[in-house]
């Protein structure tokens, strides 16, 4: 079946710009996550969401970032007045349910730059 | 969140046996230890989870000691294509902590 799948899969934008992010999850799934990762480094959460409501989003880094997920299914991060520190790949998960027993399945991931 | 510590990377040779050993010193009484794989521009790909003793799957087998404070990872008979990032994670949460991973290079 259709794992998870992100667009775009490159974006290249000026600083102070804004963009928008997004992720299809696999159907029937009600967990889904965001995490950035930098060059060399592990996947830092951002946020997640169970259902339409954003469950935990202490990892975001700013109030320049912000993500939704209206029906419970597609999410998107925005990003707004975007700096080139925001540079990075922005990986989407999800999972069955929540909780940590459950496996996360990622996509591919967008790889932002900021120039 | 429970911390993280593994190596920063590791050799070995296509056929041989290969064992990643995670420090997780913090680990609480829920969490469980998870271990993610991560090929260069793709996302990272679920190995196995345990909770405590030995769990076997079709790619890999996880051994946790009694007190849960480390955990290794078996990767048996690796081939050039095992040559990833790998990451173990310790959590019950809805976010995981990924550290920055074992680099394991395997060489022909």
């Known amino acids: 079946g259709a794992g998870v799948s992100q667009t775009p899969s490159n974006k290249v934008t000026e600083k102070g710009k804004y963009v928008e992010l997004r992720c299809d999850p696999i159907s029937g799934h009600t967990a889904l996550y965001w995490y950035r990762q930098s060059l060399g480094q592990g996947p830092e959460f951002l946020i997640y969401?169970?259902?339409?409501?954003?469950?935990?989003d202490s990892g975001l880094p700013n109030d320049r970032f912000f993500a939704v997920r209206p029906e419970g299914s597609v999410s998107t991060l925005k990003i707004q007045r975007t700096e080139r520190g925001d540079s990075a790949v922005y990986l989407c998960a999800s999972s069955l349910s929540r909780g940590g027993t459950d496996t996360q399945y990622f996509g591919p991931g967008t790889r932002l730059t900021v120039l | 969140l429970a911390k993280t510590t593994q190596p920063v990377s590791m050799d070995s040779y296509e056929g041989q046996e290969v064992n990643i050993t995670c420090s997780h010193n913090n680990i609480a009484t829920n969490d469980y230890i998870t271990w993610y794989q991560q090929f260069p521009s793709q996302g990272p790909r679920f190995i196995i989870q345990?909770?405590?003793t030995k769990v076997t799957n079709e790619v890999a087998s996880l051994f946790i000691p009694a007190d849960r404070k480390s955990s290794t990872l078996s990767l048996p008979r690796v081939s050039l294509s095992d040559t990833a990032v790998y990451y173990c994670?310790?959590?019950?949460?809805?976010?995981?902590?990924f550290g920055s991973g074992t680099k394991l290079n395997v060489k022909p």
């Open positions: 345990g909770y405590k």
């Open positions: 994670l310790v959590g019950t949460s809805d976010k995981f902590y």
């Open positions: 969401f169970q259902g339409t409501g954003a469950a935990d």
